[in-house]
């Protein structure tokens, strides 16, 4: 795989799994809890994510297959997905919606936090349109890689997740998801054009 398609798929991913607008949902299903608790949690549900996120990598397609769904139309699928994400970045209505989702419990590792607010429908679908864009299983290697590296991020930002949202505050978080929300919607509609490509209605 090479340094810019690897580039383009860490952006994706970055985008799709959101790091810097779960962080505040962290540190608040973690509230009141002791550091080694909140420590356990954060690297329990990036855990559980990677393993769900690697299975969709390797196997998706053949899923699909199975299902007999072409790659092209999961990429248009995908990408029209894609794009109604961005729309609720842009408009504020994915953290209301995460926030909904994010009901106190004991251990939130597992749910909400590794599914589906890491490891949901967007994330899964990412990582299906990039492996598939592979042939080769090295690049599957690469793509599950990138996505290891962007929960190793995640991780970080859990652990550190009271001075990051002390830093950047509601505002800059509002600023980031947005800035985030454009550069989706852009990337979503090259997975469509892709998709159209791919069956002659695209040049």
């Known amino acids: 795989m090479n340094l810019t398609l690897m580039v383009t798929e860490f952006v994706t991913l970055f985008v799709i799994i959101d790091p810097i607008g779960l962080t505040p949902l962290f540190a608040a299903l973690t509230q009141g809890m002791?550091?080694?608790q909140r420590r356990a949690i954060a690297i329990r549900a990036c855990l559980i994510a990677a393993l769900i996120l690697a299975l969709f990598t390797f196997l998706g397609e053949a899923v699909l297959g199975f299902v007999g769904i072409s790659m092209p139309a999961f990429r248009i699928a995908g990408g029209i997905l894609l794009f109604l994400t961005a729309l609720e970045m842009?408009?504020?209505?994915?953290?209301k919606r995460r926030?909904?989702?994010a009901d106190e419990r004991p251990d939130p590792s597992v749910f909400p936090l590794g599914i589906p607010l890491i490891a949901g429908p967007g994330s899964i679908a990412t990582v299906i349109l990039l492996a598939g864009e592979h042939e080769a299983l090295t690049g599957r290697l690469g793509t599950w890689l990138v996505t290891v590296s962007v929960l190793a991020i995640m991780?970080?930002?859990f652990l550190g997740a009271g001075l990051l949202q002390r830093a950047l505050g509601k505002t800059g978080i509002n600023v980031v998801t947005r800035l985030l929300g454009m550069l989706l919607a852009a990337l979503s509609v090259q997975f469509v054009l892709d998709g159209l490509r791919a069956f002659g209605f695209a040049g």
């Open 34 to 36: 002791a550091a080694a």
């Open 90 to 95: 842009l408009f504020e209505k994915r953290t």
């Open 155 to 157: 991780l970080v930002m």
């Open 99 to 101: 926030e909904d989702q």
